[in-house]
């Protein structure tokens, strides 16, 4: 399977600022995707992450708080933008190789606290 | 609406006994995973299950998959302490590839 490699892997950020996480994987993979995981709960699909075009966004998240690029098939970032408390959460990207196998790896995750 | 429910969301169990999670989901898919969850940790694969009827097995855990029932189960037997960990499923939400992350079951088996 694909390794990835997130950064960085935790953060603790002023509110009202933002954070870039990165999304770095070894080998070319079809689909990128990004998560948030709150505290306690499953994860929740962001975004689907396209290949130089806006990602997708899932109902609940706008473009604007979670601007997404992937300028290629191996490479995406995802910035959480005007930070509150409540944004505080682990978020996770996950690809997947369609052509390879059926299978979705995660990376390590970036576990962010807004203070 | 994909949805994906997981039932129970938290189960206490004795080591060496046996106990069954359940994944139910509401729309067409025939591609199921299982994942571990440990705390602080990201997440680790235990099984893809690809077509109706599917069963696999990996030590203690056995996973099977019924897509008429939209139904998954993650058997666990002669539980031990290493298997505490919170258990999701995941459904693939038809042809976009993205994944539906069932609620979660956070396992705690107890010496």
């Known amino acids: 399977s694909a390794v990835i490699s997130q950064k960085p892997s935790r953060d603790i950020c002023q509110r009202g600022t933002s954070l870039t996480i990165q999304c770095q994987v070894d080998?070319?993979?079809?689909?990128m995707f990004w998560y948030r995981q709150q505290p306690g709960q499953s994860l929740t699909l962001i975004a689907t992450a396209n290949q130089g075009s806006e990602a997708t966004y899932e109902s609940g998240f706008v473009i604007d708080k979670f601007p997404i690029s992937r300028p290629n098939l191996t490479f995406s970032t995802l910035t959480v933008s005007n930070m509150s408390p409540e944004d505080s959460s682990i978020y996770l990207c996950?690809?997947?190789?369609?052509?390879?196998?059926?299978?979705?790896?995660f990376g390590s995750g970036t576990r962010l606290t807004v203070v | 609406e994909l949805k994906v429910e997981q039932n129970p969301l938290f189960l206490s169990m004795q080591e060496g006994k046996n106990y069954t999670i359940y994944c139910n989901y509401s729309?067409?898919?025939?591609?199921l995973y299982w994942y571990r969850q440990d705390p602080g940790k990201s997440l680790e694969s235990l099984f893809v299950l690809l077509s109706n009827g599917a069963v696999k097995q990996e030590g203690r855990l056995m996973a099977s998959l019924d897509t008429k029932a939209r139904l998954s189960t993650l058997h666990i037997t002669a539980a031990v302490h290493d298997l505490s960990a919170t258990y999701f499923c995941?459904?693939?939400?038809?042809?976009?590839?993205?994944?539906?992350f069932g609620t979660g079951t956070r396992l705690k088996v107890l010496a």
């Open positions: 995941a459904v693939e939400g038809g042809s976009s590839y993205k994944y539906i």
């Open positions: 729309t067409t898919s025939d591609r």
């Open positions: 996950s690809v997947t190789r369609r052509r390879v196998d059926y299978g979705y790896t």
């Open positions: 080998s070319q993979v079809t689909m």
